[in-house]
């Protein structure tokens, strides 16, 4: 484990939940001192303040990197170095450069590159991905995803230089990707509109942005992100489809709710505000953030020699989209997604798939009135006309 922070410590408590077979076997962090009471915390035996003692230890065969985003680079290629598979934490580099030469690196090494999207993992998004998949919600149409809460918890999230950007680098890299994962990984995102802005905190990066992310297919995602939200965290997904419509939600409304006066104050859930009033707790929340079934993916996926279901390449995927949306932002116009790596379809095109009643007429709607009369609007192929029919 590279890094003792926040996110390595919801890594290692997914990986030492439930009896898992996998063991973390060493810890790196800067201070010694921190990287002892990691170790000591979740049993390792082995710690250092050095991050190749690290990579290189022999026990080591895999390696998780949750440390801050300007090191995700240095230590994929300590990584490669050593041959050591390599898990890293989102975003995977702080722009589409860095993380094309990670991809790069782990390839050219013949070790598997791992991308730490867990949201792409909860057992909510895996259920309603193979829905869609499934057909059961038709064509999709459009797929937003919302990460909002009151700004992260470490100081260089709020240094540009050591974090890449603000809220869209934090947390639209998320949600591209959850949208992505619903449009369909193997269509291309061609261009993007983002507008982003600084409203509450004292930063050179963004702190709230709204995006919308145009694929080859014309489908649309929709990225909202925020620094500024109050109450909590956030975490929200929605797909329309021709067939249907999906609805999640990850945090906050889960359908756990509670009231404290507060006594006995506690941890409530990630960025929980308050711990008096009503109260939305989560009742496991590495596995409902994904984390459980995201490392059984990873682990499996060496085991198969497989991809996982989020590699490397999903991780460059994303950061060129990102750098679109900060181009977009900058520009006020479409951005150009530049993927100079594209390996999904390249025969899509904007079709329209019209409903037809019969072999004269499209079917716009079928619609039942309250009294009961049942009607249908339908328009004449050849000469446009919209006509009413009562049935
Ligand atoms: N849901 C998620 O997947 C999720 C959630 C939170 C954070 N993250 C990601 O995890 C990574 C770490 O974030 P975090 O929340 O754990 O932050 P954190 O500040 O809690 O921990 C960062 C770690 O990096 C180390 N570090 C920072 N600067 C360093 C330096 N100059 N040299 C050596 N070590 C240094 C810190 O000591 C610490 O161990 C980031 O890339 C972040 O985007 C992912």
Redesign the pocket.
């Known amino acids: 484990m590279l ?6 410590r ?1 890594y290692a408590d997914s990986l030492a939940a439930q009896r898992r077979k996998d063991v973390l076997v060493s810890v790196y ?3 010694m001192e ?1 990287a002892e009471k990691f170790a000591k915390d979740y049993g390792l035996p082995h710690f250092s303040n050095s991050l190749t003692e690290v990579v290189e230890n022999p026990d080591v065969d895999v390696v998780v990197i ?7 680079l240095g230590a994929v290629e300590a990584c490669a170095k050593a041959g050591k598979h390599v898990l890293c ?3 995977l580099g702080r722009t589409g450069e860095e993380a094309k030469k990670m991809l790069e690196m782990v390839e050219k090494a013949g070790i598997m590159g791992g991308y ?4 792409c993992y909860t057992p909510k998004f895996l259920k309603s991905l193979n829905s869609v998949k499934a057909g059961s919600i038709g064509r999709v149409l459009w797929a937003k995803s919302r990460e909002t809460h009151p700004g ?6 709020w240094n540009m230089e ?1 974090s890449g950007g603000g809220a869209i680098v ?1 947390l639209g890299c ?1 949600c591209i990707e959850i949208s992505r994962n619903f449009i369909g990984k193997d269509i291309k995102p061609v261009e993007v509109m983002c507008w982003a802005a600084t409203q509450v905190h004292p930063i050179a990066a963004e702190d709230h942005a709204i995006g919308l992310v145009k694929y080859a297919n014309g489908v649309i995602g929709q990225f909202e992100v925020s620094w500024c939200f109050r109450g909590g965290m956030d975490l929200r997904d929605e797909v329309m489809g021709s067939e249907g419509t999906i609805w999640l939600n990850n945090f906050l409304r889960t359908g756990f709710e509670m009231f404290s006066t507060g006594k006995g104050t506690n941890y409530v859930a990630e960025k929980a505000e308050s711990s008096s009033g009503w109260l939305f707790p989560v009742g496991d929340e590495v596995h409902e ?1 994904g984390y459980s079934h995201m490392f059984t993916d990873m682990f499996e996926s060496i085991e198969q020699k497989r991809e996982p279901l989020e590699s490397f390449y999903d991780g460059y995927v994303v950061n060129c989209i990102i750098d679109a949306a900060y181009r977009s932002a900058k520009s006020r116009n479409w951005e150009h997604v530049q993927l100079d790596d594209w390996r999904g379809r390249t025969d899509v095109t904007e079709g329209h798939e019209f409903a037809s009643y019969d072999d004269q007429f499209y079917l716009i709607k079928e619609e039942i009135l309250p009294n009961g009369e049942k009607k249908l609007i339908l328009k004449d192929k050849k000469t446009g006309a919209v006509e009413r029919r009562d049935l």
């Open positions: 890094g003792s922070g926040f996110i390595a919801f962090s800067r201070s921190r949750a440390l801050s985003n300007d090191l995700h934490t989102k975003p730490l999207e867990d949201l992260p918890h470490s100081d260089w999230f050591q934090d998320h953030l």
